[in-house]
């Protein structure tokens, strides 16, 4: 069983940075990947950034430049750090990661970008 606990959201000026983590609980995290979706109002899920167990990253085009997906595998922690945010980037925030066929999600947390 993994669980999975975003925080770091909140209200952000245009322009400015914030950094998210997903904390995750159970074992062997450091052998799956980790991604960071986000759900704007009224929008579909989207998948942001990818991280896999060895490194290697992947970002949406609209993010690619701004955001870095970053793990912490001793402490199980993903990290998202955003930097240069648009009014766009409005989501909530959500981390994922899929073990035996199965998907596990946090609760997500909110990024408003706003002046």
């Known amino acids: 069983q993994v669980q999975l606990v975003e925080s770091g959201g909140g209200l952000v000026q245009p322009g400015g940075s914030l950094r998210l983590s997903c904390a995750a609980s159970?074992?062997?995290?450091?052998?799956?990947?980790v991604g960071w979706y986000r759900q704007p109002p009224g929008k579909q899920r989207e998948l942001v950034a990818r991280?896999?167990?060895?490194?290697?990253?992947n970002y949406v085009d609209s993010v690619n430049g701004r955001f870095t997906i970053s793990r912490d595998n001793a402490k199980k922690i993903v990290y998202l750090q955003m930097n240069s945010l648009k009014p766009e980037d409005t989501a909530v925030y959500f981390c994922?990661?899929?073990?035996?066929?199965?998907?596990?999600w946090g609760k997500g947390t909110l990024v408003t970008v706003s002046s």
């Open positions: 994922n990661t899929q073990r035996g066929g199965v998907d596990y």
């Open positions: 991280i896999s167990s060895g490194g290697s990253r």
């Open positions: 159970g074992s062997l995290f450091s052998l799956y990947g």
